[in-house]
């Protein structure tokens, strides 16, 4: 990814889409504790990151996103890569947002994924802009 503007490293591993959310009594569902946890150090994380790009502020709004994602752990093979992303783009876009930027991750239009070994888990986030043959690498071109 060329020209990244925003770079975050998180200790863990966000909680899989299977556990982020429980019943309630009154009917529908709320994020469990560990979810809440999780998602609060990611975005004071995030709020920590962004004061050091004077440039993010540039991206807000509807400016077309990537997004590189790589998740650490000694267990890569026990859960899915994709069912840990939701609590992380939201815990992101959340953190954005707590610093005043109008930040919506359905602006993200090209998302990389993936998943090494190591001892300590955690998450490395990288988001930029997204330039305009962003897709010229897929077959047939830009699918839009």
């Known amino acids: 990814m060329s020209d990244p503007l925003l770079r975050v490293a998180l200790p863990g591993l966000p909680p899989t889409l299977n556990h982020q959310s429980q019943a309630r009594r009154q ?8 979810t809440r946890a999780w998602q609060a150090g990611a975005m004071l994380a995030v709020q920590a990151a962004a004061a050091d790009v004077p440039d993010l502020a540039r991206l807000a709004g509807r400016v077309p996103l990537r997004v590189r994602v790589a998740l650490a752990a000694a267990d890569i093979y026990t859960w899915d890569l994709d069912n840990r992303v939701k609590a992380l783009l939201d815990a992101c876009m959340a953190g954005l947002r707590m610093r005043g930027l109008a930040f919506d991750d359905r602006y993200i239009v090209g998302l990389w994924l993936s ?27 830009d699918p839009l």
């Open 115 to 141: 998943k090494t070994r190591a001892r300590v888990p955690s998450v490395v986030l990288v988001m930029g802009a997204a330039s305009a043959d962003w897709a010229a690498w897929l077959p047939g071109g």
């Open 27 to 34: 009917g529908g569902r709320m994020p469990t504790a560990a």
